[in-house]
């Protein structure tokens, strides 16, 4: 077998197209999904039973169905209401659904691992409610799931290759494209295997600087992630 990189190079805009859409799709999701997952991760901890009840069936509903059947429902579930939206919006729109369960779980763990003994002392200094559940409860807990956070939402970031099942024009969606055009599969997918390699790594190196902004303690061990 003789590679042949030459046809599939050509179409390099298409991958870029199709990079600069997984990179919307995943920072979209990351961000929408993440602030889901915190309100669902404070509702599992509330004394309110609905909402325990409503965050546990959202969490076990999504985290034991496929993604890919998850895109599809939402795809022809909203179509058959009659609303008839175009796919990246779809493609977002689960995508987000599906990180919102995953960073339920991850934020509930850091939530757990607070410890009652410093919300008494961040009560003794007279911070309001608002004060101590910012800095007392929701950045450390944050800080401490910080990696396992970080890796979910680069797996959303690969996992968004299956929105190419309902022609979101992703990466994965512009890799099937060329290479029916150019009958080059194995070289086409090489190019996309290491596109989905170099976003990893950017988004890698983007949560390491988040990081490092907002947690001091890992800024002064240089360990953000």
């Known amino acids: 077998m003789t590679l042949d990189f030459a046809s599939v190079l050509e179409r390099w805009p298409m991958f870029v197209d199709g990079a600069w859409m997984t990179i919307r799709l995943a920072a979209g999701a990351t961000l ?3 602030t889901i997952g915190t309100l669902c991760a404070i509702a599992k901890r509330s004394n309110l039973p609905w909402a325990r009840r409503a965050s546990t069936a959202y969490v076990e509903v999504i985290r034991n169905t496929p993604l890919l059947v998850q895109i599809f429902l939402v795809y022809f579930g909203l179509a058959s209401l009659g609303l008839k939206l175009p796919a990246v919006s779809v493609a977002l729109a689960a995508l987000t659904i599906n990180v919102g369960a995953y960073a339920t779980e991850i934020m509930r763990a850091g939530f757990d691992s607070i410890h009652k003994g410093q919300l008494e002392a961040a009560e003794c200094l007279a911070l309001s409610r608002r004060q101590v559940y910012w800095h007392v409860v929701l950045l450390p807990a944050m ?3 910080y990696p396992a956070l970080t890796s979910q939402f680069v797996l959303l970031m690969l996992a968004s290759s299956v929105c190419s099942q309902i022609s979101a024009e992703e990466l994965t969606a512009a890799a099937n494209f060329v290479q029916s055009d150019t009958y080059r599969p194995f070289e086409t997918y090489i190019v996309a295997g290491l596109g989905y390699i170099a976003l990893s790594l ?13 947690f001091p ?9």
């Open 32 to 34: 929408i999904g993440f």
């Open 143 to 145: 800080e401490r799931v």
């Open 202 to 214: 950017a988004m890698r190196a983007g949560f390491w600087g988040v990081g490092m902004l907002l």
């Open 217 to 225: 303690r890992r800024r002064r061990l240089g360990t953000a992630l």
